[in-house]
Structures are given as C-alpha cells and as structure tokens.
C-alpha cells in the first residue's frame, strides 16, 4: 500500500504508493505520515516530497474524497513542494482534483517532477 522515507540529506520526504486503497487504509496511511511530518518539522520546517504513486490505482470516490479531506491540513502546513509521479492521465486528474494547492503538481515522469523540486531549492 505505501512507503515512507525522509532522507535527511536532500531535505526530502519521499513517499510510495500502490494499489487500490479503502478509506481504512487512507486513515492508516494519514496517521503514519503525519507522525513522521511531526518527526521531520522538529529539524526542518520546510521540506520537499517526491511521491511515486505510478503504481497507484485510479481510486473509488470514496477514497478520493477521504484523501482530500485529511490531506489538505498536510499539503498546506508544510510550504514546501509536493512532486506526485503518477501512472496514468486518469490518475493525474485525480491528483489535480484532489490537491488544488500551489505547492502540490502531478507529473507523469520522476526526472519532470524533481527538476520542478530543484526549481525552489536554495542555492549555496
């Protein structure tokens, strides 16, 4: 179902996603990746996520609509990027749909969406 990762070293909450999900393994996967945002933001206030969710499946409206709810606090606390990779245009749709916010793109390839992150990276 998912996967989460923080690498410390490039600032960046790396996440993965399959499969077709019920609204109990969305407040599964909501309760798990908060505690580990709660973790991240004691040292890094603003961070950067790469969400491979190619492996995703398009999702019940249900799903949909309890992912929206309980993600919009997560996508809007954190001001850094969110980068979605994702497997098909339907589920592109889905993600434009669901997260309507400045910080958060779908992308259908991982190279466009870090090159999006790298975009509002600081330099040295």
Known sequence: MFELEFD???GLLK?????????DDVNNYVAQL??????????????QTLS??????????????AMAESM???????????????GSMINKLQVDSIYPYPNVRAF????SAREWLDQDRPRM
């Open 8 to 10: 410390q070293q490039e």
């Open 108 to 111: 259908r390839d991982e190279e």
């Open 72 to 86: 919009k606090r997560i996508c809007t606390a954190n001001p850094g990027r969110v980068a979605i990779v994702v």
């Open 52 to 65: 491979d969710s190619a492996e995703l499946a398009p999702q019940s409206a249900e799903v949909r609509a």
């Open 15 to 23: 996440r993965r996603l399959w499969g077709f999900w019920s609204v």
């Open 34 to 47: 908060d505690a580990l945002i709660a973790r991240i933001r004691i040292q890094n206030p603003n961070f």
